[in-house]
DNA sequence: GTGTATGAAATCGTATACGATCCAGTGTGA
DNA sequence: TCACACTGGATCGTATACGATTTCATACAC
């Protein structure tokens, strides 16, 4: 069955979002989001509605909703939430990663290895994205699985705006991505792989408050 | 301002859900909660889409609304999210709590102290949502107090169903709150504090799990 | 030049209407 | 008795319409 209006408003918006079409800031004005889409305004309402609970965009009333500011304290302040409840999800996850999908993490992994011979950020990006999410694919919480994907998500709508690459992050990064494999391959006790998980994306995080000249996260 | 029509709706649903005059299951109609507001169902609509967003109700198109089933699984799951997510809330708020807060919070604790002797498991639940509410409410990360805010939500819609009290954690969960409470006001570390709180949720957590004769969590 | 009133255009908020879909209960034939 | 097609009612999905609110440019007074 096709979509329902609803959910095509949903997807097209949180895809434009997400993927840097729509920049923070950007208003999304009801009539011309359905003309667009070829609706009325009611499915459009709902899809920002959601995407208004989900953080993706700010709505004011009267005024309309534009796609949510993110000024760099709110990528840290997201970085840093996505980092605790990665190391969840990653933890929680490990007993379930079978053999495949631990190669294909290595595989992804050495893939952005041999990207740092000629570094290009974008896909380097990309990979890293890839690497996460095959960590925690099979998480048996749904609701931390949803938590993460929100924390993603607001990264993504984020990062064409505020995005910054820190020289000598990347090899690390690589580095502390086998450690974790390693980890899990050994299959360590999940609040050590928990805790690895979430001292990589802190060290991220720190390296980019570092780069900002902000004080380290305390966590 | 008188709120609009959609913002009632969403707060009269979202409170009865969360205080549980909605069970899970419950089947949201539109047309009867539109005439119980005295508005037509699109504001009704946009309502139930927050909602959905939120984790509270479940959509299914051309069915219609329920509030979210929520099973004993789903209930340790929100409980396990929520150990880590306020962890991070309390560290992190915990510089910015001040004498007057920190009284309030031992006050609260010393009630619920006081009723380990004529035990009322429902004023223990409520002073404990108190007690745990007063270490963040200044929590610098609005993200991750949303985040908190939302584990509580779920919590409470689904506790009317699926409370247990568990007896002698009572006892142990005054003790556990007054260590944190010691460790806040000696100023220690943030990672040390966030330990104590996760430490705190996850030890209450495991006590439901092996009530219901489940697996301890692994974090 | 600065500040304030005014009005029109843009946009939002919601009611109403109606076709589309689902569901439960009924009847029919094997 | 059971399986299955049918049908009526309940409910959902969306278009359209229009009043309410905001915004911004313009005109005017000081």
């Not at 009333?61 to 939430?81: E, I």
């Not at 996460?132 to 993603?152: A, F, K, T």
């Not at 360590?188 to 902000?214: C, F, G, K, V």
């Amino acid at each position: 069955m096709a979509p329902s209006k609803s959910e095509s408003a949903y997807r097209l918006l949180h895809e434009k979002i997400t993927d840097g079409t729509f920049t923070p800031g950007y208003r999304l004005v009801l009539g011309a989001i359905a003309a667009e889409l070829g609706c009325s305004v009611v499915p459009v309402r709902e899809a920002i509605r959601r995407l208004e609970a989900e953080g993706l965009v700010t709505f004011e009333r009267n005024v309309g909703a534009t796609v949510a500011a993110a000024d760099l304290t709110l990528y840290m302040h997201t970085m840093q939430t996505l980092a605790i409840i990665e190391g969840a999800a990653t933890a929680l996850s490990a007993p379930f990663i079978d053999a495949d999908q631990l190669a294909a993490a290595r595989s992804i992994n050495q893939a952005m290895a041999d990207l740092l011979v000629d570094f290009d950020a974008v896909r380097f990006t990309e990979l890293n994205n890839e690497f996460h999410q095959v960590l925690y694919r099979n998480c048996p919480n749904p609701h931390i699985l949803e938590l993460v994907q929100r924390g993603w998500n607001r990264l993504a709508a984020m990062r064409s705006s505020s995005f910054i690459h820190i020289p000598g992050r990347a090899r690390e990064s690589v580095k502390e991505h086998a450690s974790l494999l390693d980890l899990i391959e050994a299959n360590a006790p999940a609040a050590q792989i928990e805790q690895a998980a979430r001292a990589h994306r802190t060290t991220t995080l720190n390296a980019y408050l570092a780069a900002a000249n902000l004080p380290a996260s305390p966590l």
